[in-house]
């Protein structure tokens, strides 16, 4: 993702419905670049995507370890 829109588009997709998750994403995308990894993540429902991003569930493809480490790292 390289334009200014493809980042609107990512920016508009992290705001989520668990605040916590919200949380965690405004800071990832303030300190990492956009990437297609990290939308692919975002098409997850929010509970899926929470249990990954907090540790608890390590259903993700293995593709995506790299982004979800960062996540994890925030």
């Known amino acids: 993702m ?4 493809d980042t609107n ?3 508009w997709k992290c705001r989520r ?3 916590e998750l919200d949380l965690v994403l405004e800071r990832y995308v303030k300190t ?4 297609e990894r ?6 997850l429902p929010d509970n899926d995507l ?3 991003v907090c540790g608890r569930s390590d259903r993700y493809a293995s593709h995506l370890r790299e982004t979800v480490a ?5």
């Not at 990492?32 to 990437?35: A, H, T």
């Open 9 to 11: 588009r990512l920016k």
């Open 38 to 43: 990290l939308s692919e993540l975002l098409d």
């Open 50 to 52: 929470w249990d990954i």
């Open 70 to 74: 960062r996540l994890r790292a925030v």
């Open 32 to 35: 990492n670049p956009p990437d």
């Open 17 to 19: 419905g668990l605040l």
């Open 2 to 5: 390289t334009n200014s829109i």
